[in-house]
């Protein structure tokens, strides 16, 4: 049988409640269509810290490293505010996309039809949204150098970030997003902003060679990325993917996640390149959202990031095609059936905790798998 290696990295905050959720579904995977996960956990963000001084440690990278696919739960949270920036909990989670080379990060954007009331945006803006975000995931200003804070020693210091692109990062992403439209709707959004970055200059070149050389048969348009954010808010469906840089990817993505209703229903995979033998690539699955410290330890986090993460792992790294279809469909089933966390809950809906919700996806997943 197949190797399904998973690695475990719940995390800090709402990361263990979503990752327990998470377990709940492996665990019947496993049980019941012996799906043959092969589970491990490790320690990352302020958790990591607590354990050994470090946001992840030398042989949790080396677990990552080795596994088929990791499932990431979300790291930070006060507790950590003051502890030395290097070791920061963020700290951990931008080491494994770096290490394990994971530059594409997939954000789709998708708004389940029962949640449009959900949406501070009107229904008829939202109903039937179906975007990808495809952000640029190891290069730009969160690893460009210098990166640092200089002290000028007249009483001012000088923060400094450095936004770095190279021809060969602009095109390979740039290649995933194309070749995701065409089992899409064909249409692709470059974002950027060559109006002031010399870095935004060069994307928007590298984009438009890409495509004339190699997917000129996928419709490409390019908007400058903050006209982009409002575009998202004003008729969003006019998009299908949308590709763009770390900094705004990772702001946007925020953007469209209040489109579907809530940021905690937004997941994401983190993608390296296939390997030239294997064709297999290294992945770690991660929902959009954070630790949110305002909710954590309640019970009231939303799991259904976390369980379309492992959706998308069950899709891309496991080749597990219709169980991913199942899942997705269990969530669909859940919501149309009113099902609610607070999050998502509109006028006077009653609402469930985590790990109810947890429970109906996994009882509605069986349902449909047996
Ligand atoms: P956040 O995503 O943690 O929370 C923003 C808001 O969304 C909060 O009100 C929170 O309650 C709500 N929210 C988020 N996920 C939810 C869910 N699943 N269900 C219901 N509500 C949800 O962002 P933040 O508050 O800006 O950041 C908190 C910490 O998380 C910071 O330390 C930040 O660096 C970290 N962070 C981590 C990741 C990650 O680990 N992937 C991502 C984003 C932020
Ligand atoms: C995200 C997060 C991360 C990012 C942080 C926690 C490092 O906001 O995944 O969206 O900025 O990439
Ligand atoms: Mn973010």
Redesign the pocket.
Known sequence: MTSRKLLLLP?D???PE?MTEVRKLIDFMNNELQAGFEIEEGVV?GAAYDAHGQAISEEDMAKAMAADAVL??????PK?DSVPYDVR??AG?LRLRKDMELFANLRPAICYPALAEASSLKPDVVEGLDILIVRELTGGVYFGEPKEIIDLGNGQKRGIDTQIYDTYEIERIAGVAFELARNRRNKVTSMEKRNVMKSGVLWNEVVTNTHKERYSDVELDHMLADAGGMQLVRWPKQFDVIVTDNLFGDMLS?VAAMLTG???MLPSASLGAPDGKTGKRKALY??????????AGKG???????IASFAMCLKYSFDMVTEADRLEAAIANVLDRGIR???IASGDMTTVSTGQMGDEIVKEFRALST
């Open positions: 995390g905050g709402i990361g979503a963000g990431f739960g979300a790291v930070g949270g950590w909990p963020e989670l925020d809530s940021l905690g991660e929902p959009v959202h954070g630790s949110a410290p305002d909710i009231m986090a939303n799991p259904i990031a976390m966390t607070s999050d």
